[in-house]
Nanobody
Framework: QVQLVESGGGLVQPGGSLRLSCAASGSILSSHFMGWYRQAPGKQRELVATIISGGSTNYADSVKGRFTISRDNAKNAVYLQMNSLKPEDTAVYYC?????????WGQGTQVTVSS
């Protein structure tokens, strides 16, 4: 059984930064895809960034150049550094891990960007 717990969300002003963390318990391998998604009110959940072993990353166009995903395989953790935050980044952020055929999700952490 895999459990994911996100932390690091909060209220930040436009242009500010936050670092989200996701701690995973269970059998996570470095080869497993891990990622961050977000869901704003009234919208579908969307991809933010993913990372696989070796450090290969993928980002949504809306966050490229502002967000950075990283992982610590020894700690079974994935992180999302978010810089130059905008009001449109406001959402609940979820981390996930893909262990085929299952996709595991955390409970989410709220990020609010507002002055």
């Amino acid at each position: 059984q895999v459990q994911l717990v996100e932390s690091g969300g909060g209220l930040v002003q436009p242009g500010g930064s936050l670092r989200l963390s996701c701690a995973a318990s269970g059998s996570i391998l470095s080869s497993h895809f891990m990622g961050w998604y977000r869901q704003a009110p009234g919208k579908q959940r969307e991809l933010v960034a993913t990372i696989i072993s070796g450090g290969s990353t993928n980002y949504a166009d809306s966050v490229k150049g502002r967000f950075t995903i990283s992982r610590d395989n020894a700690k079974n953790a994935v992180y999302l550094q978010m810089n130059s935050l905008k009001p449109e980044d406001t959402a609940v952020y979820y981390c996930n891990v893909v262990i085929i055929p299952q996709i595991y999700w955390g409970q989410g952490t709220q990020v609010t960007v507002s002055s």
